[in-house]
């Protein structure tokens, strides 16, 4: 997939329009990225912004990530997960969609190398309050202290609709977990 590179390999769940994912991977030469998106028109953009501005380290997949990260990903291989602006499915019917079911997010950390890290953002409060207790119960470690977020880093890729808040100062709630290496 990545032409025999082993750099660490990151995955994100929902690249929407790619914002973070190129630039990203524009930054970290050395990263091989792959990015879920089940909208085809945003998959195919993103795939097609990546060739067209010479980013090699990122594959984007079209489809579900639930279905396809289990396929796709052996324990112990990522270095990083990222998920930025979740669906927050409002509606109670809609709720099983959601990424981070207590379940899944244990799956997901077993995908994680030891000191391995989560990078969780969302602009609604009650997505971002309920993810960090999801996150924090299916074992991850909060190094900040349970339940805190982190705050704001100018280092990193902003994703497409975070640029948005940070023009308009809307808050946005920031978690970055690790993979203990001992847990
Ligand atoms: C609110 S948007 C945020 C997009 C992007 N992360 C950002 O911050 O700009 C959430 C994205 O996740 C995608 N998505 C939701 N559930 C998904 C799933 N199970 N597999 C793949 N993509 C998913 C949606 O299609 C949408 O593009």
Known sequence: MFNGSTGPLELEIGCGAGGFALEHCKRN???RFVA???RKKY???VAFRAEKHGITNLKVIEG???MEVPRLFTP???AC???QFPDPWWKRAHQKRAILQLDFTKFLLTLLAPNGRFDFRTDVQDVGERGLKVLEQ???HNPLGPLVFH???AEEAPSTRERRYLASGQPVYRARLVKLAQP
């Open 151 to 153: 705050p704001y880093d």
């Open 43 to 45: 998959a195919r953009e």
């Open 76 to 78: 112990g291989s990522l």
């Open 29 to 31: 030469p050395s990263i």
């Open 81 to 83: 997960i990222h998920l």
């Open 64 to 66: 579900d990530a639930r």
């Open 138 to 140: 299916a074992g991850f």
């Open 36 to 38: 879920f998106e089940w």
